[in-house]
């Protein structure tokens, strides 16, 4: 059984549009994150949950919003898509918020690319 | 600003042992992270290390010294599917996790 899956696992599209990625964790965690992993490989935090409340959002644009319906589900959604948007990106979930040394456990990964 | 440095790229021998290493200026330290990514793939857990010392677990062992910003990931008896990346990851005093670019290790029979 998948523990963190996502989809789409590939999205190609055009510049301006709105696409949306699902990610969904059957761990019983109570923190969610989206990462993104641009070409450089650097894994970059952007959103945190834990139990359905933002903790963490770092400073990315406002074209992105994550919405989390429940604690097991974190989705991210894109607007006005750009073409520096191209990136892998992943979503994780782990036991506890972030203040303790709990595992990362990372979904395969959405490769979005942006034409 | 807050920085982890590793090598970009690593060669090694089928059945050697390689050290990568990771050395770090953070604000404050909370743990420290190995993870393994293979090609195309997500980050998979590797160690975690909090006090100085060595965690060996199986053919893999992760070394840190707090004092020095320092630690590394040793892989003995080396195998082909140990090719991959390796990344380090630093707790910070807000326990963020700061990530490495990665060392990416290439075994050769």
């Known amino acids: 059984d998948t523990a963190v899956s996502q989809t789409p696992k590939y999205l190609v599209t055009q510049m301006g549009n709105d696409k949306s990625i699902k990610c969904e964790q059957n761990l019983g965690h109570d923190t969610m994150y989206w990462y993104k992993q641009d070409s450089k490989k650097f894994l970059k935090i952007m959103f945190s949950y834990n139990n359905k409340e933002l903790i963490i959002n770092e400073t990315v644009p406002n074209r992105f919003s994550p919405k989390s319906p429940d604690k097991a589900h974190l989705n991210l959604h894109i607007n006005s898509l750009e073409l520096g948007d191209s990136a892998v990106y992943f979503c994780?979930?782990?036991?506890?918020?972030?203040?303790?040394?709990?595992?990362?456990?990372f979904g395969e990964g959405s490769w979005l690319t942006v034409v | 600003g807050q920085n982890i440095d590793q090598p970009t790229e690593m060669t090694a021998t089928e059945g050697a042992i390689v050290q990568i290493n990771c050395t770090y200026q953070t604000s404050g330290f909370n743990g420290l992270f190995w993870y393994q990514q293979h090609a195309g793939e997500a980050p998979t857990f590797l160690s975690y290390?909090?006090l100085d010392g060595l965690e060996e677990k199986g053919r893999f062992s992760s070394f840190l010294s707090r004092s020095k910003g320092y630690s590394y990931l040793l892989l003995k008896e080396l195998q082909m599917k140990d090719s991959a990346s390796y990344l380090c990851a630093v707790k910070d005093s807000n326990y963020q996790l700061i990530w490495g670019a990665g060392t990416k290790l290439i075994i050769k029979p």
């Open positions: 290390n909090v």
């Open positions: 994780a979930s782990s036991q506890g918020t972030s203040d303790s040394g709990n595992t990362i456990y």
